[in-house]
């Protein structure tokens, strides 16, 4: 009888151990658990657990891991600006010299894209590149942010109409906070450039204006 309970423990055991991959999530060996236990891993900071996934998703997908670097699941250090230097041409500390930083809401951006795009029944490789795209869009942009203060003119769409301070320049925000805005209001904060926007203006003529995101990583 005692043995009969041993060896049923270590088959418990022996199971447990096969479906739980690192950080306790479930592992079936497929590539989308490895694409998004190699960007948990960089959440974490973990790069060692991060090779291993990597070597995971060489085994399951090589074309795709192909396509996939570890600096390419980071962004320009704000620092040094992405130089990798500091004055006096020290390394910079904050990324080791790289010019490169991993950055937990950019990498939680990346894989909600990614897990959203396969629940909606996307290939792996098309979810993964469509995921990818939406990174490297604001991740192009990351340096460029820019401090900004103004008035509402008015809520228009998702976002706000807003005449700039001192130069009185029209720009189109959005992924801002709407719900108690009022025009008049003054506002300020940091964004970052998204492209242009058209608008009608009193004369009901249209007029195309700078485009601005209050938060990056988000759609």
Not at 5 to 18: D, G, K
Not at 25 to 46: K, P, Q, R, V
Not at 152 to 165: A, P, V
Request: proline residues 3%; hydrophobic residues 35%; contains cysteine.
């Amino acid at each position: 009888m005692k043995k009969t309970v041993l060896l049923c423990l270590l088959i418990l055991l022996s199971t447990s151990a096969l479906a739980l991959d690192f950080f306790g999530i479930e592992y079936n060996g497929n590539t989308a658990d490895n694409i998004i236990n190699l960007i948990y891993s960089l959440i974490e900071n973990d790069e060692e657990e991060a090779g291993i996934c990597y070597a995971q998703l060489q085994e399951t997908d090589p074309s795709l891991a192909e396509d996939l670097k570890i600096e390419g699941f980071k962004i320009p250090c704000y620092l040094c600006k992405g130089k990798g230097i500091l004055a006096a041409e020290k390394p910079c500390p904050s990324c080791n010299g790289t010019g490169l930083v991993s950055d937990t809401t950019a990498l939680t951006y990346l894989q909600h894209k990614f897990s959203t795009a396969v629940d909606a029944g996307k290939s792996e490789t098309a979810a993964w590149r469509k995921a990818k795209t939406g990174f490297d869009k604001r991740r192009a942009v990351v340096l460029s942010k820019e401090a900004l203060s103004g008035k509402i003119i008015r809520k228009e769409g998702d976002g706000l109409l807003l005449s700039r301070q001192l130069s009185n320049d029209v720009v189109y925000v959005t992924n801002l906070n709407i719900m108690f805005a009022r025009k008049g209001t003054p506002i300020k904060g940091t964004v970052w450039p998204n492209g242009t926007y058209t608008y009608r203006n009193d004369d009901g003529k249209p007029v195309q204006i700078k485009r601005y995101t209050a938060t990056l990583w988000a759609d």
